[in-house]
Nanobody, 126 residues
């Protein structure tokens, strides 16, 4: 079982930046991919970005492309989400998610991901 703990959320003004961290632990942490999702008040949880571990390729939702970047530190079992040019509509609880194996399910759905963190709140003021 993989445990994930997010940190780094907070309150930031529009146009500002934040870096979220996701610390992974567990007997065997060997992801196929790691992703970030977010859930705004009154909305469903939505895909933000994913990094595939075998080649480092990424997939990013259009609304954050060019502003958000996912990265990983394999030695530390950490995944990061660098967010810049933040907008009020980026306000949400951000979750990291673990994908242990290849899945035919679409990556922007929750189905491929088997472990989730508890989330960290990001609030962007206008």
């Amino acid at each position: 079982q993989v445990q994930l703990v997010e940190s780094g959320g907070g309150l930031v003004q529009a146009g500002g930046s934040l870096r979220l961290s996701c610390a992974a632990s567990g007997r065997t942490f060997s992801p196929y991919a790691m992703a970030w999702f977010r859930q705004a008040p009154g909305k469903e949880r939505e895909f933000v970005v994913r990094i595939r571990y075998n080649d480092g390729s990424t997939d990013t939702t259009s609304s954050v492309k060019g502003r958000f970047t996912i990265s990983r530190d394999n030695a530390k079992n950490m995944v990061y989400l660098q967010m810049s040019s933040l907008k009020p509509e980026d306000t949400a609880v951000y979750y990291c998610a673990f994908q242990g194996a290849y899945s035919t399910a679409r990556i922007y759905t929750e189905k491929p991901y088997t472990s989730w963190g508890q989330g960290t709140q990001v609030t962007v003021s206008s």
